[in-house]
């Protein structure tokens, strides 16, 4: 392995790295990348436990290269995550902030959501310790880069289970309506929806129209015996099992059998594909170079095989649209 130029000296010297929010597949790689990118930089690196809620309560240890040895294939995080409602108040971000001033740490890797985000930017805001984050949700919502770290694993969880679903479904002759995890975004839906054939696929971000769904049900049995109905969980209508029903009741067909199936956190678990492994590698690398480049404030993300930087600000305040493409796609492979 190469070590030349392990040894240039940069003016930071210590930083830490903490996971935050909900968990997702390839935050182990993001934190092993972080770490030893910083020991390769000539950093002392540090993780901060159950993100703001143990920078709160100064659980904040040292880490070394060996400390994220055998994880890169690890789902969940080593470092554990919390949703915290202290940070939210002006008391706890103190707290948190005296505890890293106390161990000298100068700048910050955030793994998370927009949330977490939105706490890094209000922390910089108030204390001045640069931030820059990663992109970690199975979600995909976060403006800024392609995909988020955790959904291409999710994605194909979710597949894998449809496939399963789709043999039953075939084999009984049955209706299923299968929930995908997204509260406000439907990546995680398209994405499996159109991977596992799905005859309709409903989303938060276009309105589900119940009158054309059950239309076109109709018309599909007189070519297909069996369906696939892929729901994420924030969809307009209702979750799977209250669509479900509103179809059920609307086809009026006692001889069809409805069924549901809700993965819920299934898909939050599991060994990392190699995409999610490389672009969270990727990601905590650049992250740790944007730190000791004087960069603050902001998500390193990936947009067409690139590293892009983009501000707190607009990965929290733009929208990131479904795209157009898949929709099409769907509506077009389903007939
Ligand atoms: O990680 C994002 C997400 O998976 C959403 O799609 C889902 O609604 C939410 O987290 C549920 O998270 P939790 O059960 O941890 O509150």
Do not use: W
Request: charged residues 25%; aromatic residues 6%; neutral net charge.
């Amino acid at each position: 392995m190469a070590i030349f130029g392990a040894l240039k000296t940069y003016t930071m010297k210590k930083i830490a790295v903490f996971t935050s929010g909900g968990d997702a597949p390839g935050m182990n790689a993001c934190i092993r990348a972080v770490v030893r990118t910083g020991i390769y930089k000539g950093l002392e690196v540090y993780g901060i436990n159950r993100g703001y809620e143990g920078m709160i309560e100064g659980d904040i240890k040292r880490l070394y290269s060996h400390s994220v040895s055998n994880i890169v294939q690890r789902g969940g995080t080593m470092l554990k995550s919390a949703r915290s409602e202290e940070f939210r108040t002006p008391e706890g971000r103190k707290k948190a902030y005296e505890n890293l001033r106390s161990l000298g740490i100068e700048g910050l890797v955030a793994i998370g959501g927009d949330g977490t985000f939105t706490g890094a930017k209000l922390f910089f805001e108030e204390f001045g310790i640069p931030t820059v984050g990663c992109p970690g949700t199975i979600d995909n919502d976060i403006y800024g880069t392609d995909y988020t770290i955790g959904f291409d694993t999710a994605v194909n969880t979710a597949l894998e289970a449809i496939d399963k679903i789709r043999d039953t479904a075939a084999a009984h002759d049955r209706i299923f309506f299968i929930e995908v995890m997204g509260r406000d975004a439907g990546f995680i839906a398209v994405e499996s929806g159109i991977g596992g054939g799905a005859e309709f696929v409903m989303v938060p971000e276009t309105q589900t129209d119940l009158k054309s769904v059950v239309k076109s049900l109709k018309n599909l049995r007189k070519t297909k015996t069996s369906s696939i109905i892929v729901v994420a969980e924030g969809d307009d209508l209702g979750n799977a099992e209250e669509i479900m029903q509103k179809v059920k009741t609307a086809i009026k067909d006692p001889e069809k059998e409805f069924k549901v199936t809700t993965l819920g956190h299934i898909q939050r678990g599991g060994k990392p594909t190699a995409r999610d492994r490389v672009l969270a590698s990727r990601c905590g690398m650049a992250a740790v170079e944007g730190l000791l480049s004087g960069k603050t404030n902001c998500m390193a993300g990936v947009m067409n095989q690139q590293v892009v930087y983009t501000s707190f600000g607009d990965c929290i305040g733009k929208p990131k649209p479904l795209i157009e493409d898949h929709l099409k796609l769907i509506d077009i492979l389903s007939i």
